[in-house]
């Protein structure tokens, strides 16, 4: 076996325009699988499957390869690439889409390249349910699959969801759609309810509230890291997955998953989470450094961490 | 230094109608002084300064004394009792005043008995910050004093609470409360602001999504509990201050005030919280235990605690 293993991420690639009250980028890098790769980057070697189209910009093809990212797997189609644009409120708690153009990934169609249909895990970024089964088809023989939904599928195509939700792993999903999926507006029924169609484990994410891993009969939480400076929350959830998955595929040896192993993927999530919000897009990413990442996580450690209890 | 220290506490004593989607309960012991005097109580000895009316039921002064609770200063007054009526979302996560009667707590003008004046630490629950400062001017020298707010004396007297910040040495309120304070939405930037009106230590309750103290330079981020059932919210807040406050007077003993010490004051309070919410008013502290405390203490350790970062 070797090691660390390699990941596989499927999902969007798109070009995201972002509003917030002090700032405004535009068509900038974006998409689920542009996040969970580039964070899983720092981790383990990664294998893209997504779609663009003729008008990507190959500033961004450049960046994800300098990122040591294989993307043989990187459809380009004739088109235009995904778009999408949202407004932020001045919390930066709530998003308000202004636009989603799908353009080429209306049509996307994974198809593995051989190198990715043997890796050891995969994440299934937020895609049509279908394609996730079409994806977990083509892989030999995944040793973890994780995967991401959203209210979408979950409403309009549950029964594919639920054939994916078999085969997996793990699911990571925010709390809003762990409510949904459930119908239980309590966080801790939801999660045993979702875990009861098939994943062992449930992470459910809640913004600067942090996230829970439901492991078995196990409950870990992560906080998110209070920042006095939160620049663009888009892709945090991804990032999270990505540092996540990144973790799992670096130490992760054989056997059963182990809850103090998962415990630490979960840090290295809310760590790479912390990060993608410090600016627009990845752009945070593109210059950090492994020994931030590091000084990151003893800080979740330095945030958590108390003493026995002591009644004198 | 006698040990454990007494903490005062001075608030409203009410009798609250609570409708939550599966329950109703009619006039039961309520009062933000009600649930910090009994969370309290399991760590220390306990002065309750309140003001009720001659309606109040004897049995609720009973639970108070059987909780060791001392009530010299709880006066009486002709009169009708504080009422409060709220409903639940579904959710369990909003909630809806549907009705106040200040009643003789309108007229309430705290006069702290000899004992109550030479108590070691003072919690001066949500009253009008006018009232606060005539507690604090009757109580000799407090050795730790703690207290909490709301929106309403935010926005109509600030002046008063602003002299009463200067005094006081940690401000406990929720996160709402932490960016009117400030005004401030960025809740890292909003306690350092209200650091700077006075208190070293801010602590901001968020609800289901935990706590953050904001000690010196320092941030500690405590969970909330998951748990698979909550009947009642209401009072988890001051159940959170009782728990904190509790323990510090309860084990601190002198000097400046330890992160250490402060992180498990902390999780104490999340532990109390946690138990109010378990069943209405404050009638899952009638049967708590002390094994149980320090058994959900523990459990708040499985929940948080990791492992240093290893990359292999």
Redesign the interface.
């Known amino acids: 076996m070797s090691?660390?293993h390699d990941l596989l991420v499927v999902g969007s690639v798109a070009l995201d325009s972002v509003e917030t009250v002090s700032a405004f980028r535009e068509e900038v890098l974006g998409g689920s699988a542009s996040f969970v790769s580039v964070a899983a980057s720092f981790?383990c070697p990664v294998r893209l499957v997504a779609v663009v189209g003729d008008d990507f910009p190959p500033e961004h093809v450049a960046y994800l390869e300098e990122r040591g990212i294989d993307i043989e797997g990187l459809q380009r189609q004739a088109g235009r690439t995904f778009r999408w644009r949202g407004r932020y409120s001045?919390?930066?708690n709530h998003r308000t889409t202004l636009d989603t153009q799908l353009n080429v990934f209306a049509g996307f169609r994974p198809e593995l390249p051989p190198a990715c249909r043997r890796t050891g895990l995969v994440f299934l970024a937020n895609i049509d349910p279908t394609l996730q089964l079409e994806v977990l088809s083509q892989v030999e023989r995944p040793l973890i699959v994780g995967m991401d939904t959203m209210n979408f599928w979950i409403e309009g195509s549950r029964a594919a969801l639920e054939r994916v939700l078999q085969r997996i792993d793990f699911l990571l999903l925010n709390e809003e759609e762990a409510?949904l999926l459930s119908q239980d507006?309590?966080?801790?029924?939801a999660a045993?309810a979702i875990q009861r169609l098939g994943p062992t484990n449930v992470v459910v994410k809640?913004g600067?509230?942090?996230a829970?891993l439901f492991h078995g009969e196990?409950?870990?939480?992560a906080?998110a890291m209070?920042?006095?400076?939160?620049v663009d929350p888009t892709g945090a959830g991804d990032a999270f997955a990505g540092g996540f998955m990144g973790y799992l595929a670096?130490?992760w040896t054989e056997g059963p998953l182990d809850g103090?192993l998962l415990?630490?993927a979960?840090?290295?999530g809310s760590t790479m989470a912390s990060f993608c919000c410090e600016d627009f897009s990845l752009d945070r990413f593109r210059t950090l450094q492994?020994d931030q990442i590091?000084e990151r996580?003893?800080a979740f450690?330095?945030?958590?961490?108390?003493?026995?209890?002591?009644?004198?």
């Open positions: 090691h660390p981790f001045s919390d930066l409510r507006h309590n966080l801790s029924r045993r809640r600067d509230a942090g829970l196990q409950v870990f939480a906080p209070p920042l006095s400076e939160v670096r130490t103090r415990r630490r979960m840090i290295c492994m590091e996580f003893s450690r330095h945030l958590t961490h108390f003493e026995d209890l002591t009644i004198t």
